[in-house]
């Protein structure tokens, strides 16, 4: 006969009974026989409302997702002969989307053979760190993939 260590619904240790005996006193008050480690010498089973059980787990579930935070990286594209009133009005978007708490993705697309004046788009995103050293922190330095010149912030 298969017998189990039984724990009883607050906790205290009832002993090794068998699997029978352990599901009448579950039956007799009105609860549930759950298997806690079924990889143990006998399995250890616990008597418990497993409705009320899952209901909490699940709250403490939600509280957990309620806590952790999202971090949203927006992205700003820009080309490196950018007029200097285009260039006003990304910093500003730069700044809003800093100012919620998120981080910037800056990058500087050069198209065809503008990719021969790198240094231009360094000085655009150096131009754009310098402007806001203020309010964001360099979190990835400028750097160079393909065609784009990338760069992040993140809020101070």
């Not at 039984?6 to 005996?21: A, H, M, R, Y």
């Not at 009320?52 to 787990?57: A, F, H, R, S």
């Not at 910037?104 to 754009?128: A, W």
């Amino acid at each position: 006969m298969p017998r189990v260590r039984l724990i009883s619904e607050d906790g205290t240790q009832i002993g090794i009974v068998p699997t029978d005996k352990a599901l009448s006193i579950a039956y007799e008050k009105d609860l549930d026989l759950v298997e806690i480690a079924p990889n143990a010498d006998p399995p250890v089973c616990k008597i418990m409302n497993y409705g009320k059980y899952k209901y909490q787990q699940e709250l403490l579930e939600k509280e957990k997702r309620k806590k952790q935070s999202l971090i949203v990286v927006k992205e700003i594209k820009l080309r490196p002969k950018i007029n200097a009133n285009d260039l006003n009005t990304k910093k500003r978007h730069i700044e809003k989307f800093l100012k919620n708490g998120n981080k910037v993705k800056i990058t500087v697309m050069f198209k065809g053979r503008e990719i021969v004046y790198k240094e231009m788009g360094e000085n655009l995103l150096n131009s754009i760190i310098e402007d806001l050293k203020h309010k964001c922190v360099v979190e990835q330095k400028p750097k160079l993939e393909g065609y784009n010149m990338t760069m992040v912030v993140a809020p101070q």
